[in-house]
């Protein structure tokens, strides 16, 4: 793809598009840095309707830079319960006591500055930087990648690197001077008519005339993406203990996967029921009636998670545990989706 292979006339189609259809959504009612910085790095890996909730209540607890940089780690878990990718608002906060130490508390406005920041790369910089301070810098996503790769008829893998960076030189080529509008335009179509699990909404699309792919009839043959490598499996028996309305959890370590959130009590490898009660006894616990077990998965970027859960009575809030009230769990408890899972089965038992 060269520069010059991204219509110039993209623009000038796309905007009054966008300004008639997008979207009201609550991170667009205005252009702070800290907004913007939020919500993009919340709506990577989640959907949008997922997330209004939790911009809303993550912005009410911490409405300042400051406050996140303040925030106490077990809160921001909590307020990021669910979200996945605990890395990222940890990643934040490291920014926020940044920005605070580096930039009075005001958020960085060229994109070196923005992209020197703990846990914000090329996307989340770009997106930044051109909603907020309407600079020429592309964010290029998986829907701006989609909608680029239809346009040029371009068949490079979308997910390496390399197209990345070519997609990004293109955009920049043509970027207007309303520059947020078009970075939230691209994303918009790329979101709700040339989307990813379904046939492109062509005959709705303001740049239908313009796209290689749609003149010649392969819009659905693109993107392209490189083969993926198996996720590596891996598994695990889980252990829900209660005693007299009370919950057994562990708190993970602070380096690693989920690291520094809390867990139920878990072992490698799945056990039989025998087996898992002989391997409760020499924790020291002590179960009085196994209630119910469950087979569930929980899927990472590159591990599967097959996890086998026993719900268990116990006689004693014993063992190398911290003993949470179910109202205690809910209020301050961050626990990670693959141990969430079975907490949300408790009424079930």
Same mark, same amino acid.
């Given at each position: ?166 997609? #990004?030189?293109?955009? /920049? ?7 947020? $509008?078009?970075? @939230? !335009? =691209?994303? &918009? %179509? ?68 989920? #690291?520094?959130?809390? /867990? ?7 056990? $039989?029921?025998? @087996? !898992? =009660?002989? &391997? %409760? ?69």
């Amino acid at each position: 793809m060269e520069h010059d292979t991204i219509p110039a006339a993209l623009p000038a189609v796309l905007l009054p598009w966008y300004g008639e259809n997008k979207r009201t959504l609550p991170w667009r009612e205005d252009r702070d840095p800290y907004h913007i910085w939020v919500s993009e790095i919340m709506l990577q890996q989640t959907r949008v309707e997922a997330v209004k909730g939790y911009y809303a209540r993550f912005l009410q607890e911490l409405p300042t830079i400051q406050s996140l940089s303040l925030c106490d780690d077990e809160k921001l878990h909590k307020l990021w319960e669910g979200l996945g990718y605990y890395s990222r608002v940890r990643n934040m906060k490291k920014a926020a006591r940044e920005i605070m130490d580096r930039y009075g508390g005001v958020f960085p406005h060229t994109l070196p500055e923005i992209l020197s920041l703990p846990g914000i790369g090329a996307y989340t910089a770009g997106a930044i930087g051109s909603i907020a301070f309407n600079l020429p810098t592309p964010a290029v996503d998986g829907n701006v990648l989609r909608v680029c790769a239809r346009l040029t008829k371009d068949f490079s893998p979308i997910d390496q690197p390399e197209t990345r960076k070519k997609v #990004a030189a293109a955009l /920049e080529a043509i970027y207007p001077e309303n520059a947020g $509008e078009f970075t @939230q !335009a =691209l994303m &918009e %179509l790329g979101a709700t008519l040339c989307g990813p699990n379904w046939k492109p909404k062509c005959e709705s699309c303001p740049c239908a005339s313009l796209c290689l792919a749609h003149l010649e009839g392969i819009e659905e043959e693109l993107p392209v993406k490189a083969p993926k490598k198996p996720k590596r499996q891996e598994d695990r028996t889980v252990f829900i203990l209660s005693c007299d309305g009370f919950f057994a959890l562990h708190k993970r370590p602070n380096r690693g996967l989920l #690291a520094g959130l809390w /867990e139920f009590p878990n072992l490698s490898g799945k056990l $039989e029921p025998d @087996q !898992a =009660l002989d &391997e %409760l006894r020499q924790m020291g616990i002590h179960p009085r009636e196994l209630l119910r077990q469950v087979e569930r998965k929980h899927i990472f970027t590159h591990i599967q998670w097959n996890l086998r859960g026993f719900y268990l009575e116990v006689w004693e809030m014993t063992g190398d545990f911290r003993w949470f009230t179910a109202e205690e769990i809910q209020a301050q408890a961050a626990l990670p989706t693959a141990f969430r899972q079975f907490w949300e089965e408790i009424h079930h038992v």
